[in-house]
């Protein structure tokens, strides 16, 4: 069974930073693109960052600048760095990957994690 686990949410000031990962476990044979995405309540998920595979990123205009995805692939962990956050920013965070699973069936299904909540104080 595959898992996706958020953590590194929290409240934090206006222009304060958080540092959130996304730990993946399970029998996985490999990990494709890893992304960020954030909800807010009645809205729709938006994509926040990627990061492939090779380590290509990219970043949704409303965060570029202020936010840095990353991946330790010997870990199956992604981050998400955020700095200067404002209270726009406050939303459910979460976490989703590209995984083949150790089956041996060779599908690549994407997976998501039960978000972690980010909330900046004005």
């Known amino acids: 069974q595959v898992q996706l686990v958020e953590s590194g949410g929290g409240l934090v000031q206006s222009g304060g930073s958080l540092r959130l990962s996304c730990a993946v476990s399970g029998s996985i044979f490999s990990i494709r693109a890893m992304g960020w995405y954030r909800q807010a309540p009645g809205k729709q998920r938006e994509l926040v960052a990627v990061?492939?595979?090779?380590?290509?990123?990219d970043y949704a205009g409303s965060v570029k600048g202020r936010v840095t995805i990353s991946r330790n692939n010997a870990e199956n962990t992604a981050y998400l760095q955020m700095n200067s956050l404002k209270p726009e920013d406050t939303e459910v965070y979460y976490c989703?990957?590209?995984?083949?699973?150790?089956?041996?069936?060779?599908?690549?299904?994407?997976?998501w994690g039960q978000g972690t909540q980010v909330t900046v104080s004005s």
């Open positions: 989703n990957a590209e995984i083949t699973k150790a089956d041996g069936l060779g599908r690549t299904e994407t997976y």
């Open positions: 990061i492939t595979g090779g380590g290509n990123t």
